[in-house]
Every structure is written in C-alpha cells, then in structure tokens.
C-alpha cells in the first residue's frame, strides 16, 4: 500500500487524534483553578507582588524575619517545621497587625513533601505552626496569615482575623489573594495603653491565644514603684501582675527580663499592704501586689492569666482585674 | 529493489530527504509535545488524570522527581504555566494533521483540520458559549488560533514522502 493511499492517510489521521486526545485526557481532572486558563490563573494562583517579594527571601533551614516582632515570631514557627524548611515572617505594625508567615517545605531530610500530604491533614499542619507562633506570642488579636508551599505551589494556607477561628485554603493548586490584605497594608501606630505611677487600670482577660493585657510605664527617674493587682477570680486561677524590661508582649518577656520584686519590704510598706489585702479580701477579690526598686527607663506591665490544662477553658480566662501603680 | 534500497539507505543514514523530515516532525510535533509535558510535569497540579496514570504504569516517582527538578528552576509565569501548555498541544496536533493530510483533496483536508480546530480553538470558543466546561479566556483563543494557524500553514508545506512519489506500485 503506498504512504500516501487515502486509507492509510485516514487512518494515520484517526491514530494521531487518537493519541492527542489521550494526550489531552492526561491533563484533565484539575481542581477549578487549574483548568488551563490565564483566567483561572488571575483569579485564583497569581502570585501577588507583595507574596513574591516575601518569597524572595526564603532560603532553606533560614528565617526571614522582617518588622516588629517578625524574628521572635519566626522562631517560634520554626519549632513547627522540619529543619531544611524555610521560612520568611513579615509583620506590619497598626492595629490589629498583619502577620504574614511563608513556608517552604523542604524536599529532602526525610520529611514529606507538600504534595505528599493530603489536603485533609495539611490543615494539621497549620494548626501546628499557628499553636506555636500563639504558644510563645499570642497572636489571637493579630491579623494572622500561615501559607505553606512545596516546590512550585501553595498547598496550604491559614488565614485568622482577630478573635476569630481560621479560615483554612487548601487544595492542589490554591488562590494566595487572601494574603494580600496582610501584605499590602500600610504600617500604623501601635496604640499600647499606659500606665503612670498612681494611676490604675480596669481590665478582662481573654482566653489564650487572646494576648495578654500588657501597659507601658515609662519612669525619667529611678524610684520604687508598687504594683498591685485584684481581681474577681480567686486562689490559684488569679491573675498575676509582672514588670518587664522594655516594650513588649508577655510572649517575649523572659525570664531574664521581668523585674524580680523586693522581698525585704520595711514595716510601713508591710502594714500597708497588709491593710489593702484585707480590705481585697472582704470585697471578695484576689489581691496581689509587689514592690519593685525601678530604674529609669521603659518597662511593660503584664497581667498574666493563670493559664490551666483544662479542656474548657480555665476559671481566669475571663478575669476582670484591676491593676494599680503606687 | 530501488525501494528497498532506499529505505535501507535513509533509516539512521542521515540521507537528507529522510533526515529532514524526521527532523522536521521532531521540531513541529515533538519539541512542543516535549515542552508541554515539561510545563505540566513541573508546574501543574498533581490532580491532574496523568499523575494516576503514571502511579499505575510505575513511573510515578521519576516523574515526581522531574517535577521537583523543574521546581528547583523557581517560579514561571501564569502565562507559560497555563496558556503555553494548551497553545503547544494544539499546535503539535494541527502540525501532524495537516501534514499527514497534506496530499489529500482539499474538502478531505479541510474535514481533519476542523477536528483539530474544533479541538483547539473550538473548545476555548465552546467555553465562551459555555457549552464547553472551563474557564473563557481571550489571551487563550488568541495563543490557540495562532498555534493552529501556524500549524496548518507549515504543516501543508511539508514535502510529500519520497517513497510514495517515487515507487510504482505493483
């Protein structure tokens, strides 16, 4: 039969849209942003500038940490991540802040890939980096965004407003827009209340990972400075008061940078203070307070709940206090 | 016997007629092939139906670690990662059909063609009538209508086969 025998011509025709259709049938079953269209891509996978130039820095087993707060909040997340992974935390300062956190998963060390972890389990894996950023930061009042992607895509993204749950985006191939609003806003003021020497404060506490209520104190000169606190939720679920070197959240108050209070006191201050607490007693309040011998300079007052183990919530989470400088 | 012979002599002898069309169906049906694979290999979502046909025909792990490779080149645009792919198929199809057709009579032609037309740009059209599943999308069209186009045009000018112009049938 000759090549060119219209038989053969049809049939090599047939043949070859056969195996183009199968050809094309391969690349069928796609979620809805990957149906092979620019239209699709700008609605759903287009990476934003602001998500892009984030990227830029990711560099496998580093952490990028860029605005206030961003290093400390970085270290926190790697605690989450495998040790090749990378990482980049952008915060923008205003109220609320926005929280941006990039995670690249690494493709080797034995860790699974991104593609490798089912949509259903990958919400798993947000959950974990968003309980270890609020573990040691407290991020319930932050506008927080969690995006975790593998080699080309994001497979995983956490989004959570303040005081809300979070809203997870997972799938194959996932749109990043809802970064955008945290990436693209503008800073702002940090309206942090303050405190002065004999004035008080008034006050409920929100459950973790609601922040804890932190008041700036700013003292010109060295002075001793009492600190009292009560509060309507007594014995061990009352809420504690501490001062701390500097401005900053009760996650990045250490050890080593709270005040340690005076244990000597003299007999006018012990009598005092042992008056205010019978007086507390009476009205049915926890009373707390401690002395402290301050230099100049600026300090943050922390009150602390007393954070239980308990499934539903502890006693003090909701605490109304009132802290005073004396 | 001339036929034969030269067949003999054009498989892998580099004869230039042979040669050349080998060449030139790699260059118009295989390279875009190639780069389309790439571009859904590397940069598409694993949902799609070739990852389970790949895990059933066992070579789903080199594929993977292909896909990582590609990865490892960073990000392209929406553009390559979307449009390319779809352009570059419906310009290797056209390519095949114009030239295995080219010596047909022009309605025969002009009949397979409209397959891969209606394959191609067709579809994108189908989607704008929204008879078609998908998403609509002009720059789409545009890249479709061109990959055909460009196909038909170097497809039908490809030189007949020389076996079949030379021998006499017996």
């Known amino acids: 039969m000759r090549l060119d025998h219209p038989h053969l011509r049809r049939l090599s025709t047939v043949a070859a849209l056969g195996f183009f259709a199968i050809l094309g049938a391969a690349t069928a079953g796609g979620e809805e942003d990957e149906e092979g269209a620019t239209a699709s891509a700008a609605s759903g996978e287009q990476t934003s500038a602001g998500l892009q130039a984030l990227e830029a820095h990711l560099a496998a087993r580093e952490n990028y940490a860029e605005g206030p707060d961003a290093a400390m909040i970085a270290e926190a997340a790697r605690e989450a991540l495998a040790p090749g992974d990378a990482l980049a935390v952008r915060v923008v300062p205003g109220v609320p802040r926005k929280i941006v956190v990039l995670v690249r998963y690494a493709s080797s060390g034995g860790y699974e890939n991104l593609r490798d972890i089912p949509s259903s389990e990958r919400n798993e894996e947000l959950d974990r980096i968003v309980a270890a950023i609020d573990d040691a930061y407290e991020a319930g009042a932050d506008e927080l965004g969690v995006a975790i992607r593998g080699a080309v895509f994001y497979g995983a993204i956490a989004v959570r407003h303040p005081s809300q749950p979070i809203e997870y985006h997972t799938g194959a191939v996932i749109s990043t827009s809802v970064l955008d609003p945290l990436l693209t806003a503008e800073p702002g003021p940090e309206a942090r209340p303050t405190l002065e020497v004999g004035s008080r404060a008034e006050g409920t506490l929100a459950p973790h990972p609601m922040p804890q209520p932190a008041y700036a104190l700013t003292l010109s000169e060295a002075r001793r400075v009492r600190v009292r606190l009560t509060s309507n939720v007594t014995g061990d679920d009352s809420p504690i008061a501490i001062v701390c070197r500097g401005t900053v959240r009760a996650g990045s108050c250490a050890e080593d940078a709270s005040l340690e209070p005076l244990e000597e006191l003299d007999d006018a201050t012990m009598d005092d203070l042992e008056r205010a607490g019978g007086e507390a007693e009476e009205a049915g309040l926890s009373f707390q307070e401690d002395v402290y011998d301050m230099p100049a300079g600026q300090f943050t007052v922390i009150v602390f709940r007393n954070d239980c183990e308990a499934e539903g919530g502890c006693p003090g989470d909701r605490a109304s206090y009132t802290v005073q400088l004396l | ?170």
Do not use: N
């Open chain 2, 1 to 170: 016997m001339k036929r034969s012979k030269r067949r003999g002599a054009g498989v892998g002898c580099g004869r230039p007629g042979v040669h050349t069309r080998v060449s030139s169906l790699a260059l118009h049906a295989g390279a875009p092939l190639l780069a389309g694979a790439l571009l859904y290999v590397g940069f598409r979502a694993e949902s799609l139906l070739g990852w389970r046909w790949a895990d059933a025909l066992g070579i789903g792990a080199p594929a993977r670690a292909l896909r990582e490779l590609l990865g490892s080149f960073g990000h392209v645009p929406d553009w390559v990662r979307f449009t390319a792919p779809d352009a570059l198929w419906v310009y290797a199809l056209t390519h095949v059909v114009a030239r295995v057709q080219r010596g047909a009579r022009p309605p025969e032609r002009a009949l397979w063609l409209s397959i891969a037309f209606a394959l191609g740009p067709g579809a994108e059209l189908g989607q704008f009538a929204g008879v078609v599943p998908g998403t609509f999308d002009v720059f789409d069209l545009i890249t479709t209508l061109s990959a055909f186009g460009l196909a038909s045009y170097f497809g039908g000018r490809a030189p007949l086969p020389e076996i079949a112009e030379r021998t006499i049938p017996t």
